[in-house]
């Protein structure tokens, strides 16, 4: 897929991606609507996202354009291109989606069967960043670009520690660096840098961990009154659930979190033998074999036994 060629003639573009945004998702997002400004000056390519962490708008640039609760004045967009997830998904830019003349999907989760008009998804990719490089015209990157390419591939990779880095993903990276000279202090502070209350959250779930499955799963949770109790939010819990997968013998970590309107999302890693895709795919949610997540209501023991056994499963059938 050509992404100028796709876009072609569109003088309005929206851009989004998932909730809660990450790295791979606003980097993507960032640096689809540079790359567009750069080829078509003349075309407006608005970015909509939520809330992000203090350590991506420092970095992220032109992170000061980011639209946030859906504004705009435009009523339909002439393309809308969706990064880092499907439909259902994309919080008060959905309805710029529904809306749009055309649309693209372009993403790496084997969970999305596409929602675009046009769909580049390739679940092997390391990121969604990775996917939507392959999508440019490489004459056309330049160092704001770049950087947010890298932070993208950096956070979705856990920096190259995750088993969907690949060769191809290593040599990307590489040409990427080439344009961010300062790419040590990208990796500290996008995806190490903790704030103090990260660090007590951190700390928090750790020490009330529960390994089971004779320590091959380890979960760790938090409610939403607890968050409040030690004065974080939504953007403090980011990493908690990798920090989880260090643990020494474990085969897969599920992390837990309630939110304000009472429901609590799931965060779940794999060490390799548990394909967590399947596992959140069969209670609503999606993602990779390796990282996926998922939504619920209800108790969240009762999730936490419901989860232990499809991995306990998974474990026995290998």
């Known amino acids: 897929m050509n992404l100028l060629d796709e876009i072609a003639g569109a003088k309005t573009i929206g851009i989004a991606g998932h909730e809660r945004p990450d790295g791979d998702c606003i980097g993507s997002c960032m640096a689809c609507a540079l790359y567009i400004e750069k080829a078509f000056p003349d075309v ?14 420092k970095n992220i640039p032109a992170s000061e354009k980011i639209r ?3 504004a ?25 989606f529904e809306s749009a003349l055309k649309t693209i999907n372009i993403d790496h989760h084997v969970s999305n069967p596409g929602a675009g008009d046009v769909n580049c998804i390739d ?31 950096v956070t979705d990779t856990g920096v190259f520690r995750y088993n969907t880095t690949s060769a191809a993903t290593m040599e990307l990276a590489g040409k990427l660096m080439g344009y961010c000279k300062d790419f040590p202090d990208i990796v500290k502070e996008v995806f190490y840098a903790k704030t103090p209350v990260q660090q007590k959250v951190m700390g928090y779930v750790l020490y009330n961990s529960v390994l089971s499955l004779e320590g091959r799963l380890i ?40 939110s304000q309107n009472g429901e609590f999302r799931v965060s779940m890693r794999s060490a390799g033998r548990v394909d967590c895709a399947a596992i959140t795919g ?23 036994k419901t989860i232990e056994q499809m991995v306990k499963d998974q474990l026995d059938a290998v």
């Open 44 to 57: 407006r390519a608005d970015v909509f996202a939520q809330e992000l962490p203090g350590s991506l708008l």
């Open 219 to 258: 979960t760790g949770m938090i409610t939403y009154d607890e968050l409040q109790r030690l004065h974080a939010g939504i953007n403090d819990i980011e990493g908690i659930s990798s920090q989880l997968m260090l643990t020494e013998g474990t085969e897969a970590a599920v992390f837990i979190h309630g």
């Open 68 to 70: 946030y609760n859906g």
């Open 282 to 304: 069969k209670l609503g949610g999606g993602g990779h074999a390796g990282a996926a997540g998922m939504t619920f209501t209800g108790d969240p023991l009762d999730m936490i």
């Open 123 to 153: 679940p092997e990719a390391s990121s969604t960043c990775e996917v939507l490089y392959r999508t440019m015209d490489p004459s056309l990157i330049d160092e704001k670009i770049a950087r947010c390419l890298y932070i993208g591939i």
């Open 72 to 96: 705009t004045d435009i009523e339909h967009y002439d393309c809308f291109i969706v990064l880092d997830t499907g439909a259902g998904r994309l919080a008060e830019a959905e309805k710029h």
